[in-house]
Each structure stands twice: as structure tokens, then as C-alpha cells.
């Protein structure tokens, strides 16, 4: 028997590949022979890189970039046949943030990764964007590509949300100009534009440190960063779904001519799940928590859409279940389950995930067994 096992993280306690570990002890103490597929999954965030490492036929790499301050950081990155694929995460995620404030947070490692890709000859850069720290509108990235923010007077301002507040023009001519002959494609499931009540700054500037008294003021220097950009870029793409992605690195690429693709989907298309469930009898994913926006495109949900044109059943294992999702869960999943099977505490729950996990996915292979033996009974 193939299963594949394409779960996606179970945030806070398990990475995608350590959900399917746990998923194949389980499944091979019930069924040892079985033949088992990894396709861990992500949505462009942290975690991007190991899922489609898993699957093979890539090379990771290293460079040695800007973090947030400056200072130098190890950012991985992967290589496939004159793809690079990054993850912002690397250079600017959330956890690399430290003291020091929103204001003062820089994007440029983004675009100092890029180049590290264009260097090696990439002809496609994929970026996974999410679980970053920065806010600025993708300014730093782009001035490390070679765009110049310039004050009243001509002087070079920082590419920080500081240095917006007194822009005043910007310099395109020293702009990479390899970026017009490599494709960017970009990897996210966030849909907010830059600014706005729904934009980068008031959806996720105070998980970021923001202080609610500067979300205004901080959003208004995101809205002047895209009116001074607009007329380069010919389109008002501050405007469009994704473009508040990772702290606005979304809209700074979309200038650049990047493709916007959901998360999930670039990620099982990278890391080739639609090729692995080519002759599978059975799938298993799952993520930390379900409810109804999973079935909004999240990582299962598109799992369960290539299984269903596989023709092979899924089946979701979660940390957690919400009720109210299960009317539409059932016309994906052949069966929803959680991990948890007695009264736990959550901070338990989460330590005892990799046990859970094994556990439920050993009954749920018994259980899948013995279907199997009825239908053979019967024919």
C-alpha cells in the first residue's frame, strides 16, 4: 500500500516533517509493509524550505545577508535546475526581531538574497513570504536591488519605515536590471493589500511590536511609499491581494513583475505531491488547528483537492477540530480526526504532539485496514 503523508505544521509544537514522522511510526506499526510518500507541506511561511527539501532533487544553499539591524545573518536557500527558492522567514523572521523597533526594521537581506540568487544564474526565484518581523513596505529589499530613496534635498534616506516618513523621491536607475529577465514568483496565502484597516500594518503590525497609537501613522507612510512607486511600477499594485504580504515585501515585488500564487498550491507544486499520489491507495494531512479557514485554501485543504482529482480518500488528523467546519469538511476528507483523545491541557498537548500524532495515525491505519478486508469480503 502508498500513502502519502502531506500534513502541514502543527504550529508551536511539530514542523511539517516532524507531522510526518510521527505519521510514519504510527502508520508502519499497524502496517509495516507500507510504502510511504513525505510531501510535508507549507504556505509559503517558516517552514517553506523543509517541506519541499523533503521531497528531493534539491540543493540547499547559503549566503550570509543583512537581518533586520544591519548585522549579519546565515540565510538557506534551495537550487533546482536554475530555480532558487527562498523563504523570507530566513533573513527577517519574527524570532530574529530582538529589541529593536518597527520603525527601524529593514527588508534589505530580502533583496540581498535575491541577488545571491540572480549571481548563480537563476532564470526563476520562487519567495516564500511570511513570518517576518519587518513592516516596510519592501523599501529595504528594493534598495538592495539598487532603488535609491532620496529626501527633499537628494540625500539618501534609510529603506525603514523611519526613512519613509521623509521621502521624497526615488531613483530607479541603478535597479538590478537581471530582475527583467528572471521570473519571481511569490509564494503566500495572505490576501491583504498594503494599506488600510485590512492592510500589512493594522492585520499584523502589533504581532510585529506595533504600538496601536503609531498603526496610523505607520500605515499613511506605507500609503505615500506606494504613491511615490506607482509611477515606475504603471499600476496601483498597493492595491491588490497580497500586496501587504510579509510586511509589504509582497507589493514591492509585485512591482517587480512577481506572479502572486497561494502558498500551499506553489508549495505542492515544488515539491511534487500531485506526481507522488499517482498510484497511492491513501493520503494523510493535517495541520494544528481546523475550522473554517482551512477550507479557504490553507495547506490540507488544497491536499484534499489533488487527492480528490487522484481519486484517492484523505484523511485529516489535526491538533484540533472545530465543529462548526465539519458540514464542509466532509466534502473533502473521508474522515476529520484529532489528535487529542482525553481531557489535556494545551501546553500538553503540545509536548505530547509526536506521541498523539503516532498514535492516532497507527488507529486510523487499523481502522483504514479493515475497511480494505470488508471490501475484499464482499467482492
Not at 105 to 119: H, N, Q
Not at 232 to 253: D, I, K, N, V
Request: glycine residues 12%; negative net charge; aromatic residues 6%.
Amino acid at each position: 500500500m502508498r500513502v502519502v503523508l502531506a500534513p502541514d505544521s502543527f504550529k508551536g509544537s511539530l514542523s511539517a516533517t516532524a507531522v510526518c514522522r510521527a505519521m510514519a511510526e504510527g502508520i508502519l506499526r499497524a502496517w509495516p509493509a507500507a510504502e510511504l510518500l513525505w510531501r510535508p507541506m507549507a504556505d509559503g511561511g517558516e517552514g517553506t524550505l523543509e517541506a519541499i527539501a523533503a521531497a528531493g532533487h534539491v540543493v540547499w544553499r547559503q549566503s550570509c545577508v543583512s537581518g533586520f539591524d544591519g548585522k549579519p545573518v546565515e540565510a538557506r536557500w534551495l537550487w533546482r535546475e536554475g530555480i532558487a527558492i527562498l523563504e523570507t522567514a530566513e533573513v527577517v523572521g519574527l524570532h530574529q526581531v530582538g529589541d529593536l523597533p518597527l520603525a527601524e526594521r529593514s527588508s534589505r537581506g530580502v533583496g540581498e538574497l535575491i541577488t545571491a540568487a540572480l549571481d548563480a544564474g537563476a532564470r526563476e526565484i520562487w519567495l516564500g513570504l511570511g513570518g517576518t518581523g519587518c513592516n516596510d513596505g519592501g523599501a529595504g529589499c528594493l534598495a538592495a536591488l539598487g532603488l535609491r530613496l532620496l529626501d527633499a534635498h537628494g540625500q539618501a534616506l534609510p529603506a525603514t519605515l523611519a526613512g519613509l516618513a521623509h521621502l521624497a523621491r526615488l531613483d530607479w536607475h541603478l535597479l538590478d536590471p537581471r530582475l527583467q529577465h528572471v521570473r519571481l514568483v511569490l509564494m503566500s496565502d495572505v490576501t491583504s493589500p498594503l494599506c488600510g484597516p485590512q492592510g500589512a500594518t493594522f492585520v499584523f503590525g502589533p504581532q510585529k511590536g506595533a504600538d496601536a497609537a503609531d498603526l496610523a501613522t505607520f500605515d499613511a507612510r506605507l500609503a505615500h511609499w506606494a504613491q511615490q512607486v506607482m509611477p515606475h511600477s504603471g499600476a496601483p499594485w498597493h492595491e491588490s491581494a497580497g500586496a501587504g504580504a510579509a510586511g509589504g515585501l509582497g507589493f514591492a515585488l509585485l512591482t517587480l513583475g512577481g506572479e502572486y500564487r497561494s502558498g500551499s498550491a506553489a508549495v505542492a507544486a515544488l515539491n511534487g505531491l500531485a506526481e507522488a499520489l499517482t498510484g497511492a491507495q491513501w493520503v494523510l494531512t493535517g495541520e494544528g488547528r481546523t475550522d473554517q479557514q482551512t477550507t479557504l485554501g490553507k495547506a490540507p485543504w488544497r491536499v484534499a483537492e489533488l487527492a480528490a482529482e487522484a481519486r484517492v480518500p484523505v484523511t485529516l488528523l489535526s491538533g484540533a477540530v472545530d465543529r462548526q467546519a465539519r458540514t464542509v469538511l466532509a466534502q473533502r476528507f473521508a474522515g476529520y480526526f484529532s489528535i487529542c483523545n482525553g481531557p489535556q491541557t494545551l501546553d500538553q498537548a503540545r509536548s505530547e504532539a509526536a506521541v498523539l500524532v503516532a498514535d492516532a495515525a497507527e488507529s486510523l491505519t487499523r481502522l483504514f485496514m479493515l475497511g480494505g478486508r470488508y471490501h475484499m469480503y464482499l467482492s
